[in-house]
T-cell receptor, first 111, second 115 residues
Framework: GENVEQHPSTLSVQEGDSAVIKCTYSDSASNYFPWYKQELGKGPQLIIDIRSNVGEKKDQRIAVTLNKTAKHFSLHITETQPEDSAVYFCAAKNTGNQFYFGTGTSLTVIP | DAGVIQSPRHEVTEMGQEVTLRCKPISGHNSLFWYRQTMMRGLELLIY????????DSGMPEDRFSAKMPNASFSTLKIQPSEPRDSAVYFC?????????????FGEGSRLTVL
């Protein structure tokens, strides 16, 4: 099965700085890579996603890059704000409709 | 749409008791997933259903856990008997099967504490 690894597990940045979270996956058949944000006491919510036929996608301050050859993808948050503080999960989905999640990154943005 | 609805939000029970968690997926979604979240293991897939049929239950920890989906709008996860190590947040999520992409929608979770 798929194995998704995520780093770092914790990340602290100053407000206004950038944050980068990286994930690797093992199954070359995985074709969809979403990122979820989980705030305290809530369920994870999708913030951005990318399909395997695209190398990069951007939505305002967040962007995701995908390197299919190396089997890794990354989340980039620019101009971080305190409300970006949360736990972020990467995931990989294969053709079998299963989502495999990374272990999460706890991001703290220091005002 | 109200989103994925889970109940109860919080459950405190004693070891040995039966626990039933409930989930109502988003209308029209025909894939349903149960996840367990702990600090140690993160988000673990327990079981998922397509069109009410269990497809993969390899993540169910042991026979004490069972899940059912009697119809497209309702699923249960049952633990009998419960143990302290079952304490976790249990999430239900639904997805419009057949789409390569498409958001996996999570409920707010059921926080279970087994004393």
């Amino acid at each position: 099965g798929e194995n998704v690894e995520q780093h770092p597990s914790t990340l602290s940045v100053q407000e206004g700085d950038s944050a980068v979270i990286k994930c690797t996956y093992s199954d070359s058949a995985s074709n969809y890579f979403p990122w979820y944000k989980q705030e305290l006491g809530k369920g994870p919510q999708l913030i951005i996603d990318i399909r395997s036929n695209v190398g990069e996608k951007k939505d305002q301050r967040i962007a995701v890059t995908l390197n299919k050859t190396a089997k890794h993808f990354s989340l980039h948050i620019t101009e971080t704000q305190p409300e970006d503080s949360a736990v972020y999960f990467c995931a990989a989905k294969n053709t079998g409709n299963q989502f495999y999640f990374g272990t999460g990154t706890s991001l703290t943005v220091i005002p | 749409d109200a989103g994925v609805i889970q109940s109860p939000r919080h459950e405190v029970t004693e070891m040995g008791q039966e626990v039933t968690l409930r989930c109502k997926p988003i209308s029209g979604h025909n894939s349903l997933f149960w996840y367990r979240q702990t600090m140690m293991r993160g988000l673990e897939l327990l079981i998922y259903f397509n069109n009410n049929v269990p497809i993969d239950d390899s993540g169910m920890p042991e026979d004490r856990f069972s899940a059912k989906m009697p119809n497209a709008s309702f699923s249960t996860l049952k633990i009998q008997p419960s143990e302290p190590r079952d304490s976790a947040v249990y999430f239900c999520a639904s997805h419009p099967r057949g789409e390569v992409a498409g958001e996996l929608f999570f409920g707010e979770g059921s926080r279970l504490t087994v004393l």
